[in-house]
């Protein structure tokens, strides 16, 4: 499990396991984001078994499933919702940590400078700079 710090309160990380939850608690983390969809997974994988899990290790979980197809702004405004109200720090997670890189990014356009959440992101291994446009456009009309 590879976890890439985006901000002091905010890490991403590939698909997780049950496992890999222990990890997540002994490093730390209060609260967990699942922004993959079950659909895209073994059943074992499932956001309400990952859920149990967390939550039997006393974290908390947010399902946020982010489709690979694209992002809607409900996705975004709980992203948001989740960044700005749940127990820090946070670890998101998708397949391979991009879809939480960018639900970051897109809940953060009208927080922090456009190149800042481009720079961090590419710090943490995720090119998120396609998405300039879509960044700026939500930073001006917020």
Known sequence: MKISLLAPDYSVSEQ??????????????KTVICNR???????????R????????L????????????????????????AIDTAKKPILAY???GTRSTVCWALAHAERLPVDEIIQ?????????G??????????EFG
């Open 37 to 47: 969809p079950d659909e895209e997974i073994d059943p074992a994988l499932h956001a």
């Open 49 to 56: 078994f990952m859920e149990a899990e967390a939550n039997r």
């Open 94 to 96: 998708c397949r391979s």
């Open 120 to 128: 961090t992101a590419a710090k943490a291994g995720y090119d998120i």
């Open 16 to 29: 997780l396991t049950e496992a890999d939850l222990v990890t997540v608690k002994a490093e730390g983390f």
């Open 58 to 81: 006393g974290l908390d979980f947010i399902y946020n499933p982010v489709s690979s197809r694209g992002f809607t702004m409900p996705n975004v405004e709980l992203q948001t919702e």
């Open 130 to 139: 396609k998405l300039r446009p879509q960044l700026e456009a939500m930073a």
